[in-house]
């Protein structure tokens, strides 16, 4: 039986309302990367790591897949990515971070990308 506490409890119900509210952003990218689409490797969507969820991770290659919308670009938004970042790069994951407008536009090079690192 495993114990959580009130913290862990409130990052399991919002992960929860994420997956359900998905951006279309997301959705684009998690129809092209869902279901082994990049080779051997599982990616996962709205992924629990220490006390965040981030939009997707491959947790045996140890990357994070970050898309920002206009919010991160504001300075409380940029400030908590640089944070976010770090904390998640000393835990050894790789934050690859796109945005809104390249999930739109520039989708196969995304992808590419994100198999360059999943592959490395």
């Known amino acids: 039986m495993r ?3 009130n913290e862990t409890e ?3 119900t919002y992960k929860k309302h994420l997956r359900k509210n998905m951006t279309h952003e997301e959705v684009i990218l998690w129809q092209a990367i869902r279901n082994a689409q990049l080779g051997k490797w599982r990616i996962r969507r709205q992924v629990i790591i220490k006390h965040y969820i981030v939009d ?3 947790i045996p290659a140890r990357l994070v897949i970050e898309i920002d919308g206009s919010q991160h670009y504001q ?3 940029l400030a908590y990515d640089i944070k976010r970042t770090e904390e998640l790069n000393q835990l ?3 934050v690859l971070r796109f945005t809104n407008h390249q999930i739109k536009t520039q989708l196969r090079n995304v992808l590419e990308d994100i198999y360059l690192h999943l592959n490395r």
């Open 3 to 5: 114990f959580r506490n």
């Open 10 to 12: 409130q990052l399991i």
């Open 56 to 58: 997707f991770a491959c």
């Open 75 to 77: 300075a409380q938004g």
């Open 92 to 94: 050894g994951f790789k």
